[in-house]
């Protein structure tokens, strides 16, 4: 897709822009709890840095339910 690398989870790499939010037992969208919200603000703080064939050679999408 050509997007460029922006945060890397676990092994894998998110491309191109992303949000996190919460969910609820119905698989609705929910605004995430205070913890949650300082929890990813701290882990997605520092811009990462990857090459295109890093990016590359993570195929596909992932949808991740916390």
């Not at 609820?24 to 929910?30: A, I, Q, S, T």
């Amino acid at each position: 897709m050509g997007l460029p690398g922006n945060r890397s989870l676990g092994n894998d790499i998110i491309a191109g822009t992303f949000f996190v939010g919460g969910s609820n037992d119905d698989g609705e969208f929910v605004s995430l709890a205070e913890d949650k919200i300082q929890q990813y603000s701290d882990q997605f703080q520092k811009p990462e840095a990857f090459t295109q064939e890093q990016v590359e050679g993570v195929p596909g999408y992932l949808f991740i339910g916390f």
